[in-house]
């Protein structure tokens, strides 16, 4: 598969997340505050860039996180709502980048680029053996 073909410049999605405790990083640090945690937040950039493109991909393809470029700006406690945004702004033939961005209300919390790679699941699979 060609990203270029089926993948178009300004594509876009969105989602929203209210920060659970599992996702904080006094979660993980137990001293921490109770806010959401850095890789957290971009877990959710690559899930949103991931949606933004799934539904054009052709069957047996998958996009896989390869890149990951995020400034976290400012904190935000468990309850918050969270929401990001990505928006395809490069295609390369088997390279995708997004401009990303996430939210707590007017305030954004973090920004940044974050490029995902596309894979052919059977060839992946076969690659380490895993069929």
Same mark, same amino acid.
């Given at each position: 598969m060609d990203a270029r073909e089926a993948i178009k410049i300004g594509m876009r999605a969105e989602?929203?997340? =209210? =920060?659970? $405790?599992?996702?904080? =990083?006094?979660?993980?640090? $137990?001293?921490? $505050?109770?806010?959401?945690?850095?890789?957290m937040m971009i877990l959710e950039m690559e899930l949103t860039s991931g949606d933004a493109i799934n539904p054009v991909l052709q069957p047996g393809w998958v996009t896989v996180g390869i890149e990951v470029d995020i400034r976290h700006l400012a904190a935000a406690p468990v309850g918050a709502t969270i929401r990001t945004t990505a928006e395809v702004i490069e295609v390369e033939r088997r390279v995708i980048r997004f401009a990303v961005a996430a939210f707590h209300g007017a305030v954004k919390i973090g920004e940044g680029r974050h490029g995902r790679g596309l894979v052919n699941v059977a060839q992946f699979k076969k690659r380490f053996g895993l069929v």
């Open positions: 989602r929203i997340l =209210v =920060v659970p $405790p599992e996702q904080t =990083v006094g979660h993980f640090v $137990p001293h921490m $505050p109770m806010v959401f945690a850095t890789p």
